[in-house]
């Protein structure tokens, strides 16, 4: 599933042809995709105006100048594509996506078409009242952005003081944080030299400074190069990502790890069904 720095990604690619955006016509091809669409979908978006493109954790939000947002979440294979749009970054080019799988399309009044596409459809879209958007189930009770003001050492020692779970575990939790997920957590943890093994309220203070820096930074390098595209994700120009070059752990089990000077190789554990990448040695 993308994970954060896809989706940021898609929604930088969006922005220069949908913020500020009218959007003069809008097909929604089936009626579902992970859910029905809401009632009057197509009629309550054809004519709104987009005001922003904004996102929260996993979420591309845009919000509509009737009082609505609308809502979109990826899954595992959503994919926006740009008719004719250039690609804002540098990428491994995807090939054209298969027309069966286009079920919305949206086309602004400056001739912008941008079209959904989604092969196993659990991706989703609705509408809901701006106004009531932090208390929907989707966004109440989910945590500070990792890129956000609100991040730092200090969130981490209340998230995990007394906790005896892997620190893992808990920054997957989006209640603690919004919008980690397992690739960049294994990365970050590598980084600050943790391990996810560790019981996370043990973790002293110094440490976790380390660590909330190592996650802004994975978090800030994997969106300047496009996400990590894995399998099918591309992003909003059809473009995939490259971050996955720049993987130190992940996906790497039975390497030697990349730590100067260090001599352990890359193990891989299961933690709560999802796969852990970490070197014994180093992190500790």
């Known amino acids: 599933m993308p ?10 690619g969006l922005e220069p042809v949908l913020a500020g955006a009218r959007l003069a016509r809008v097909e929604a091809r089936r009626p579902d995709l992970r859910f029905p669409f809401p009632e009057g979908f197509v009629q309550r978006l054809s004519g709104a105006r987009i005001q922003r493109l904004e996102r929260r954790a996993k979420y591309l939000l845009a919000p509509l100048d009737r009082g609505d947002t609308l809502v979109m979440h990826l899954g595992m294979t959503g994919r926006f594509e740009i008719e004719g749009g250039a690609r804002p970054g540098e990428f491994h080019y995807a090939s054209a996506p298969d027309p069966k799988h286009a079920h919305v399309l949206f086309e602004t009044e400056a001739g912008d078409r941008v079209t959904y596409y989604d092969p196993r459809r659990f991706g989703f879209m609705d509408l809901i009242a ?6 929907h189930p989707w966004f109440a009770g989910m945590g500070p952005e990792p890129l956000g003001p609100d991040f730092d050492e200090g969130l981490l020692k209340r998230a995990f003081v007394g906790r005896k779970q892997g620190p893992k ?12 997920g397992n690739i960049y957590v294994c990365e970050a943890l590598h980084r600050a030299g943790i391990s996810p093994l560790k019981p996370a309220g043990s973790i002293k203070t110094s440490r976790l400074a380390h660590l909330a820096t190592a996650i802004r930074q994975v978090l800030a390098e994997a969106i300047e190069a496009g996400g990590s595209t894995l399998r ?16 130190r752990v992940y996906g790497r089990e039975g390497q030697a790890c990349p730590t100067p000077g260090c ?7 299961v933690q709560a069904g999802r796969s852990t990448f970490f070197c014994r040695v180093c992190q500790r």
């Not at 701006?130 to 208390?135: C, F, G, I, V």
């Open 3 to 12: 994970e954060l720095p896809e989706v940021e990604t898609v929604r930088r």
């Open 169 to 180: 575990t808990l920054l997957l939790d989006q209640r603690v944080v919004a919008g980690l």
């Open 232 to 247: 099918d994700y591309a992003a909003a120009d059809g473009a995939l990502g490259y971050f996955q070059h720049c993987f």
């Open 263 to 269: 001599d352990g190789v890359i193990e891989r554990q």
């Open 130 to 135: 701006t106004d009531q958007l932090a208390a």
